[in-house]
């Protein structure tokens, strides 16, 4: 019953006021909320401009560079990295290099590309390892690119792992085609599987060149200690980290103390659809000369 009266109430007021009252109302409310909403926010400018100024000298003087070293540097540099995993130690370096300089790599390597190989274990064969890694690849140095891009890129992850350039091999260059995968192994030789060795892989940076459409991850099945107990190889499971040009992957193969994190297992997920383009940074334990 209230309801209803009420109803009728508005429509009486509606009779009263008139159609042209009623837009007349409505621009004047419009008005002073237009001019009033602009004049405030003109004051709110003002106010905000000398703070931000305001915010920007205390972060210079938080983070004013200091002397330096015979083999440091003038400038601070940032290069953004985000924690993956603690197990293994892998990071992720978002934009670490630009569209232009990931194409001009492609570029150079597409012509030397050859089938990529394996380092073999005792007792195995190239008959008896077909299939591991299917991907095409190359080794390019850095002075070899004369374009100067591999030389940048390289200073950049020796600043990211404050681990010298000497101890870095060749950039491999790696193209992985639509089927094309890396069953998971480690970058690292275990000398009870590969015998002594003179040296020893420590980390890995792999710089993705490309995007891919669908698949081609790079996984870590065995990231803070799951599915170790019983693993098929083949498998793509665990931690798994989608190509994006230009951005960075970084992980240690060994721990602190040289041994071998178990959690570095690391391998391609075959590619479903597009094309998975990737250079390879190994970074050793000892200088490294090509
Ligand atoms: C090396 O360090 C790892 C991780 O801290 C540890 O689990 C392992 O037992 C160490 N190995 C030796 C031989 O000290």
Redesign the pocket.
């Known amino acids: 019953m209230k309801n209803r009266s009420s109803r009728i109430m508005i429509g009486a007021g509606w009779g009263t006021v008139g159609l042209p009252g009623v837009f007349s109302l409505c621009l004047f409310f419009f008005l002073t909320g237009f001019f009033g909403s602009t004049l405030f926010s003109q004051q709110d400018e003002l106010s905000l401009r000398p703070r931000l100024l305001e915010k920007a000298e205390e972060e210079n003087k938080v983070f004013d560079p200091l002397p330096h070293g015979v083999t440091g540097e003038a400038s601070l540099s940032s290069i953004p990295f985000q924690i993956l995993s603690w197990h293994p130690r892998a990071l992720y370096f978002p934009k670490f290099a630009t569209a232009e300089q990931c194409g001009s790599i492609i570029i150079q390597a597409r012509k030397h590309l050859a089938p990529s190989a394996l380092a073999l274990r005792k007792g195995e064969t190239a008959e008896s390892t077909k299939g591991t890694r299917t991907s095409s690849g190359m080794f390019i140095s850095a002075s070899e690119d004369k374009t100067g891009v591999l030389d940048s890129i390289e200073e950049k992850i020796a600043k990211a792992t404050m681990l010298p350039r000497r101890h870095g091999e060749a950039f491999n260059v790696l193209r992985y085609e639509i089927g094309q995968r890396y069953h998971s192994h480690y970058d690292a030789f275990s000398p009870s599987e590969y015998g002594p060795q003179k040296s020893q892989r420590v980390a890995s940076f792999l710089l993705y060149l490309s995007d891919v459409e669908e698949g081609g991850e790079t996984m870590f099945p065995f990231e803070n200690g799951q599915n170790m107990a019983d693993y098929d190889f083949r498998k793509c499971i665990g931690l798994k980290v989608k190509p994006q040009r230009g951005d960075g992957l970084l992980f240690y193969s060994l721990?602190?103390?040289?041994?071998i994190?178990p959690t570095s297992l690391y391998g391609s997920c075959p590619v479903i659809k597009g094309e998975k383009w990737v250079a390879t940074k190994w970074i050793r334990d000892q200088e490294h000369l090509d």
Do not use: K
């Open positions: 721990f602190t103390n040289g041994t994190d």
